[in-house]
């Protein structure tokens, strides 16, 4: 547990500094932004950081708690505050960012749009730290491989596998693969739209486009992650939440693809919705 501790918080420190030195990158390159004005000043970028640490913490356990396990959490709400123990969500945390960026601008009368695009550039870098924590601590790893790239996760979860299973129970490196897609792909589209496409001319594009990315590349490797255990029973072993069909193997979607798909359908909306008011 300790371990895992440090590396969060590694992740987390890496993750947020970065991102916060992106955000001042930007800000200094004010020809990037509508009428060459950024939509906060480098003092600003460093107050928000605050905001968003607390957003980051307070919604990533809370979503958790309210997606993940509310029936456990209703039973035991004294361990909600224990963050220590692990369980933390990205929609939460998401959520929770939205939350302090908006409270935030308004204070200062900052755009809200362009303080999101702000974040929506930089987010990839706490993704893909936090991801590499996930597979480092070997959690949250994916479904059982034959594939040459599968990894042997210690501990006995890791190592249950149906029945006929090889005597080692290899599994897919999801953590990678979201380390790959959430983090260093998205990251680098997101570096070029706004960098060398000029995306942040128009408040809210980025916005949109983060969501798009996310939400698609989250959704795709829900296919090849195992099921979280409070979801996964014998008759519904990938763990869909919503289902068609009695049948073991019937179409699902998991949680995180409930949770990840309306990402994407909302980012094309607000790209469509900026760009016809442009």
């Given at each position: 547990m300790t371990l895992a501790l440090r590396w969060y918080a590694l992740a987390y420190i890496a993750g947020l500094v970065l991102a916060w030195?992106?955000?001042?990158?930007?800000?200094?390159?004010?020809?990037?932004?509508?009428?060459?004005?950024?939509?906060?000043?480098?003092?600003?970028?460093?107050?928000?950081?605050?905001w968003v640490i607390i957003g980051v913490?307070?919604?990533?356990?809370?979503?958790?708690?309210?997606?993940?396990?509310?029936?456990?959490?209703?039973?035991?709400?004294?361990?909600?505050?224990?963050?220590?123990?692990?369980?933390?969500?990205?929609?939460?945390g998401f959520v929770g960012v939205i939350v302090a960026g908006v409270l935030y601008a308004r204070k200062h009368g900052l755009s809200v749009a362009g303080v999101g695009d702000c974040f929506a550039?930089?987010?990839?870098?706490?993704?893909?730290?936090?991801?590499?924590?996930?597979?480092?601590?070997?959690?949250?790893?994916?479904?059982?491989?034959?594939?040459?790239?599968?990894?042997?996760?210690?501990?006995?979860?890791?190592?249950?596998?149906?029945?006929?299973?090889?005597?080692?129970c290899a599994r897919h490196p999801s953590q990678l693969y979201e380390a790959g897609l959430e983090g260093i792909l998205l990251g680098v589209i997101m570096?070029?739209?706004?960098?060398?496409?000029?995306?942040?001319?128009?408040?809210?594009?980025?916005?949109?486009?983060?969501?798009?990315?996310?939400?698609?590349?989250?959704?795709f490797v829900e296919l090849f992650r195992q099921a979280d255990a409070q979801f996964a029973t014998v008759d519904n072993p990938w763990g869909h939440v919503l289902r068609l069909g009695a049948n073991p193997e019937s179409w699902g979607l998991t949680m995180g693809q409930v949770l990840s798909l309306p990402m994407l359908l909302v980012g094309v909306a607000i790209i469509v919705v900026v760009r016809q008011r442009a």
């Open positions: 030195r992106w955000v001042v990158l930007l800000i200094r390159r004010p020809g990037l932004w509508p009428d060459d004005y950024p939509p906060l000043d480098v003092k600003q970028a460093e107050d928000i950081l605050t913490v307070l919604g990533g356990r809370l979503g958790f708690v309210l997606f993940y396990q509310p029936g456990y959490y209703l039973a035991y709400p004294l361990e909600i505050p224990m963050i220590w123990q692990g369980g933390m969500s990205f929609h939460g550039v930089t987010v990839a870098i706490g993704l893909f730290f936090g991801r590499v924590a996930n597979f480092i601590n070997a959690e949250l790893w994916g479904r059982p491989t034959t594939l040459p790239w599968g990894v042997v996760f210690p501990g006995s979860a890791a190592q249950t596998c149906p029945d006929g299973w090889l005597a080692i570096f070029w739209l706004a960098h060398r496409r000029g995306w942040l001319k128009l408040p809210g594009q980025m916005i949109g486009m983060f969501l798009i990315l996310y939400g698609a590349s989250r959704s």
